[in-house]
């Protein structure tokens, strides 16, 4: 019976199936003999591919009696990782916690024997007599020990680690399973009611658990780094060939080499420990004491190394820099998350509220109470002297942090076409060397050579044919562009990704603060009134002192730093525009100590003293009655505040206003979200008409609502949850907000439309909003017609379905045909008016379309232009859905909502500062969108080097292969000079210099090829090969012709001679063909600039063929007797002509191979027919086939229902 495997993070981007293996002494005598049989040499091979001596030597067992496994993630690579086992000499009782004697039980009293669904996939053969590590039951973690061990009293436990993750062994489960913090399967209330502290014991025993609190980045050492590099294959083989260059007697060439691979060596070694000393010092904490407080309100001071989940800590006063992620459980903090986020506005966060019993805690749903390691807390408030208090729930690499550190140091691997390929193309090589061994060992068989000999010439063909630089010369374009994009202000954390750049055909973007200016003006503020929504203020002291200008004063979280109000700039704008002050009386760090933390009021309003209150020795001793009979200044204080969230798409406030006896509760948000909570008789009846309004006029607008709270007192109110009070809310009014474009992005917009790569704005803002925005920048064509897919979850009695909405096209004012605009709307200068047309899509429906209409999401996806009201989860979806499709996608964000998609985008880039986000493989300085079209351009320009590089290359080695069997066929060689001058004087130089070119000012609407093997450039590449080989057999024959030429004859033996005639003309005219191609693979326009703008390239190639034309008419004698020469006199000028003749001949073949024949659109055309490609390779493109097949799709006015009918429901289009 096959053994079951092992199955860790079902279902998720780091899945992983694992196979477990146990040692075998037998397999392990085998693998020591293997060693000596084959002079170390499989450990070599092993140490390469670890998972082969595993498969060979060790004997697959269960998934619970391995002592190893190999592991496979979603992209095919193995990992071997051994199990661990530990033992733990504290006892660990607590809330969460425990090590029980048996399995763990339920609260019903029954044993925990759940499966998950993945488990069909897990070894069940587990024996009762072993126990091992964690399981989650309903309400804690349970510690599991083995019994099977020497002492009865040990408790050991056996786990995983695999790229800083640590996996548990469950027997309930008869499953590693990954080892979760408090961050999982744990109620909000716990945090209330059970978690009061670890004490020593359980410290201890937590800590073997979940290790040290630290995320550590290993520096490792020169001699160590240099050990790793040696082993590598491409320098085992350098170090193979330059052994047997140095038996063969080519001692200047093998020294030459050796010298530039110790460069490369200390180079790469310098680059990687400079990198990794960088992410080091980066994530690096400095020991710091930490205040931790356990059972009984007992203190104790530990190092931040030591935390583990459960500990609860004081929040210093005059703040921190986090270094764990923490549940806030009381006061508030001023915290920077610049180092998650990329944005350093201060966010408040507030302490965990209080939540129904079953409400499970979720960090991304509760982020703004939770304090995430690597922010840095500003500064604290609190009650009286009562500290800020945090419940550790993650640490080490289980925190954000060092979530966002592993996904550095472990990149998923670029699945790009060109990568994949160039394998193949080496193994292509790889076959053509076995093809010159052959025919090598057949020459020298025919000529008597030695056996010694006949060993050096075939592995001498190897190091020609598969050259040693090759992957070196790959990352010349990516390195030189990645310089170039720092100088302008880009900076690239992964190399790899610009040459995906240069593939790229769709960019999305983030609106607010990447299209648009990052600050909101007031432009007006809209109280509703009887009448409705019609009168609009443009200076708040035109309103009337009430609800309206009461939530624009409180419902925001600002604060006081220095003096200075700091916060949300929509909230800064609009508090600025009240001309109300904000006060916080009291220290800093103590500002809870008063009747109100937070205290706003207008501009006439006093602050309320002691001597209005005759007897009362402070003012915090004031009675809330006395307060409320005292005639005193209007002003409110701010009780507690329900912090923004984007999920929810609202704020809320309670507060309390001085002479008042209730608290009122005073909201913003989304206008169709706060009218969702309001009772709807407070609604004007032109809601809907005046909102759409502003929104298709580019307004961003923010809906107000007020509701009073009679029966809550000040302790209910640190205790209600925001569902219980943000419900049956009075609609107050609307404030409109204008955020304007920057001045670049309409110009980049349209450089990318004109460039053929498709643009998306991918929004949290108003849908209206959006496409007013995307019609004005470009995304959306001026006269294009706009749809909104509007999506609805199934309900009782009906399905799921799809409203396809038509929008208004708005007035455009145009310099040219207006009236053409008017006559026909839809129709797009030079387009199908039928399939003239883009899709919005808003977050909700999304969700709906995601879970109900799969089907229907190549077509949205393909059409739409506009995804709004999108959260950050639903980015990335959108962005892998378009990486289905088989587009290039680059994203482009802000990189406060934008982390996700800009990690899973094939480019994601960060508008923030360089030093403070870490989410993006690109990020800019520049806070612009003009950075975009500057990563495309060297993009392409990267690409386009690496192909010209990687078949350069190739085709110098197949050019030296058959110069080395031509002469072989006559008894001769090259020499060892020979071999120094080509390979370290034309081709080292060329090669590192070609990458130089800078890229092209221009982006065209063509993309560079992005397949090595495609059938064009495999024409292109054989077309070349057989130009050339006819050039050198041509010359050969020609010079055999000659009635001075003097055949070799080698002598029986001994080795080949390298002073002939034959090797000196090969030599000569090889020489030329080497520079040939450099110059015809360095091409400019329409990816890079001009040869001639490469200056040292140009120079290096002009010098390369004067030298060349001097050794082949004029060579001195000196460099005759150095490259071992025979001197043809000038007596022969004639041949030397026709040389020269043919080397032309051939630099002019290859220019009109390169391109006038593989890049022209007639060859295209060509190349398609025959290989009969009727459908593209795309599959967005064949999308945009079939729905040009189905003029009727969207059916306008129609439902669309989940059973892929259309329910005959017709709407009207609006």
Not at 179 to 199: A, S
Not at 447 to 457: E, P
Not at 468 to 486: I, S
Not at 607 to 616: A, D, K, L, R
């Amino acid at each position: 019976m096959p053994h079951k495997k092992l199955l860790l993070n079902f279902g998720t981007d780091d899945q992983l199936v694992g196979t477990g293996y146990r040692l075998s002494s037998v397999g392990t005598i085998m693998s020591y003999v293997l060693a000596i049989v084959t002079a170390a040499l499989s450990i070599l091979v092993f140490y390469w591919k670890p998972n082969w001596k595993v498969r060979l030597f060790y004997s697959k067992c269960s998934v619970q009696d391995a002592d190893l496994f190999i592991l496979e993630d979603k992209y095919h690579q193995n990992f071997v990782v051994w199990v661990i086992k530990q033992q733990v000499d504290s006892e660990l009782e607590g809330p969460h916690f425990h090590w029980p004697n048996s399995q763990p039980v339920q609260p019903n009293g029954k044993l925990n024997r759940s499966r998950s669904k993945s488990n069909e996939f897990f070894s069940s053969d587990v024996s009762d007599d072993r126990q091992a590590l964690i399981s989650d039951t309903e309400d804690n973690v349970t510690i599991y020990m083995d019994s099977d061990l020497e002492s009865a009293n040990a408790k050991i436990f056996r786990y995983l680690d695999h790229h800083n993750v640590r996996y548990i062994w469950t027997p309930s489960n008869s499953n590693y399973e990954r080892l979760h913090g408090l961050d999982t399967g744990v109620k909000c209330m716990d945090f209330h009611e059970k978690f009061e502290g670890n004490d020593e014991s359980q410290r201890a025993a937590l800590e073997v658990v979940y290790g040290k609190n630290e995320i550590d980045v290993e520096v490792k050492s020169y001699g160590k780094l240099f050990v790793e590099e040696v082993l590598n294959p491409f320098y085992i083989f350098q170090i193979a060939s330059i052994g047997l260059w140095m038996s063969d007697n080519y001692y200047y060439y093998a020294a030459t080499i050796a010298f530039i691979s110790l460069i490369s060596i200390a180079i790469s070694l310098y680059e990687t420990k400079k990198q990794a000393i960088t992410l080091h010092d980066m994530v690096k904490t400095p020991v710091e004491p930490t205040n931790t407080v356990s059972k009984d309100n007992v203190k104790k001071t530990i190092t931040n190394y030591e935390l583990v989940p459960g500990d609860v800590i004081e929040i210093p006063a005059n703040g921190c820099m986090m270094l764990c992620d923490a549940v806030l459980m009381s006061g508030n903090c001023i915290v920077n998350e610049a180092m998650l986020t990329g944005e350093s506005v201060p966010v408040t966060k507030t302490p965990l509220p209080h939540t129904r019993a079953e409400e499970k805690f979720c960090p991304n749903e509760y982020k703004r109470h939770v304090l995430f390691c690597g922010t840095q807390v500003l500064q604290t408030r609190y009650y009286g002297n009562a500290t800020v208090k945090a419940t550790v729930i993650r640490t080490g690499f289980q925190t954000a942090k060092g979530e966002l550190i592993r996904s550095i140091m472990y990149p998923k691997p670029m699945d790009f076409k060109f990568y994949q390929e160039s394998i193949r193309f080496i193994l292509v090589l790889a076959a053509i060397a076995l093809v010159g061994m052959s025919f090598t060992i057949y020459i020298m068989t025919k000529y008597h050579q030695s056996m010694s000999v006949v060993i050096k010439r075939v592995l001498d063909i190897v190091t020609i044919v598969v050259p040693p630089a090759l992957p070196a010369a790959m990352t010349v374009g990516m390195v030189y562009a990645q310089r170039r994009l720092k100088t302008a202000g880009i900076f690239c954390i992964s190399p790899p990704r610009i040459n995906l750049c240069g593939k790229l055909k769709l960019f999305c973007f983030d609106k607010t603060g990447t299209l648009t200016e990052d600050g909101l003006d007031l432009w007006g503020m809209v109280p509703a009134l009887s009448e409705g929504l019609h009168q609009v203020y443009h200076d708040s002291g035109q309103l009337p002192r009430g609800p309206f200008i009461s939530a624009m004063a409180t419902c925001h979280s600002l604060t006081r730093m220095g003096g200075e109000l700091n916060g949300d700039p929509l909230d800064l704008k609009m508090f600025e525009a009240t001309h109300w002050t904000l006060e916080e009386p009291g220290e800093d760090t103590s500002r809870f100590d008063t009747i109100m933390p937070t205290v706003v009021r207008p501009p006439e309003g006093r602050e309320p003293t002691v001597e209005m209150f005759p007897g009362i020795e402070s003012a915090e001793h004031i009675p809330m009655s006395r307060l409320q009979s005292q005639q005193s200044p209007y002003e409110i204080g701010i009780v507690k505040q329900f912090t923004f969230s984007s999920s929810l798409q609202r704020m809320s406030v309670i507060t309390r206003t001085l002479g008042k006896d209730f608290m009122e509760l005073y909201a913003k948000g989304a206008p169709e979200k706060i009218t969702s909570l309001c009772l709807p008789q407070t609604i004007p009846s032109d809601f809907a008409e005046v909102l759409k309004g502003y929104t298709m006029q580019g307004f961003r607008v923010i809906a107000l609502a007020h509701k009073p709270l009679h029966d809550l007192s000040w302790i209910q109110a640190q205790r209600v949850t925001r569902d219980q009070v943000e419900v049956d809310m009075t609609f107050t009014g609307l404030l409109i907000m204008q955020n304007s474009l920057k001045p670049e992005t309409t110009p980049i917009i349209k450089l990318l439309n004109e460039a053929n790569i498709r643009t998306v704005m991918v929004t949290g803002d108003n849908i209206l909003t959006a496409v007013s925005v995307a019609r004005e920048c470009s995304i959306i064509g001026r006269r294009q017609r706009v749809i909104q897919v509007q999506a609805s979850p199934p309900a009782a009695n009906r399905p799921a379905q799809i409203e396809w909405v038509s929008h208004e096209v708005p007035h455009v004012e145009s310099e040219t045909t207006d009236h053409e605009f008017h006559d026909n709307p839809y129709q797009d200068a030079g387009g199908d008016a039928a399939q003239d047309f883009c899709l919005t899509v808003d977050g909700k429906s999304f969700a709906v379309l995601m879970d109900h209409f799969s089907s229907l999401m190549p077509r949205i996806c393909l059409k739409g232009a506009v995804f709004a009201r999108m959260g950050p989860e639903q980015k990335a979806q959108l962005v892998e859905q378009l990486q289905a499709l088989g587009y290039g996608v680059g994203m482009c964000g802000d990189g406060a909502n934008d982390c996700s998609a800009l990690k899973a985008a094939h480019a994601g880039i960060s508008l923030s500062e360089a030093e403070a986000s870490v989410a993006s493989p690109f990020t800019s300085k520049i806070p612009n969108i003009s950075c975009v079209p500057t990563v495309i351009r060297e993009g392409r320009a990267a690409l386009t080097t690496s192909f010209g590089c990687f078949k350069y290359m190739g085709l110098y080695s197949l050019i030296q292969f058959v110069s080395v069997i031509l002469l072989y066929w006559a008894g001769s060689n090259l020499g060892d000079t020979q071999f120094l001058y080509i390979d370290l004087l034309i081709t080292t130089t060329v090669a590192i210099l070609m990458g130089h070119t800078h890229a092209y000012h221009k982006l065209v609407a063509q993309r560079p090829r992005g397949g090595l093997l495609s059938f064009s450039s495999m024409f292109a590449l054989f077309a070349q090969i057989i130009l050339m080989t006819a050039v050198q057999v041509a010359t050969y024959l020609y010079l055999q012709k000659q009635y001075w030429f003097v055949k070799n004859v080698p002598k029986p033996g001994g080795d080949f001679d390298t002073v002939t005639y034959e090797t000196t003309v090969v030599f000569i005219v090889s020489s030329f063909q080497y520079i040939t191609l450099a110059v015809n693979y360095s091409t400019g326009p329409p990816y890079r600039k001009r040869i001639w703008t490469n200056k040292p390239f140009f120079i290096s190639a002009i010098l390369l063929t004067l030298l060349s034309l001097l050794l082949l008419f004029y060579p001195p004698t000196f460099l005759e007797n150095f490259l071992t020469m025979v001197h043809i006199g000038i007596e022969h000028y004639g041949f030397k002509i026709i040389l020269l003749l043919a080397v032309t001949t051939h630099f002019l073949g290859s220019f009109i191979i390169e391109v006038f024949v593989s890049e022209t659109e007639t060859f295209q055309t060509l190349s398609r027919y025959v290989r009969r490609k009727r459908l593209p390779n795309n599959k967005y493109k064949r999308v945009a086939i079939d729905m040009r097949k189905d003029p009727t799709w969207p059916p306008i006015g129609d439902v669309t229902c989940a059973e892929n009918v259309t329910c005959r429901e017709t709407r009207v289009a609006s």
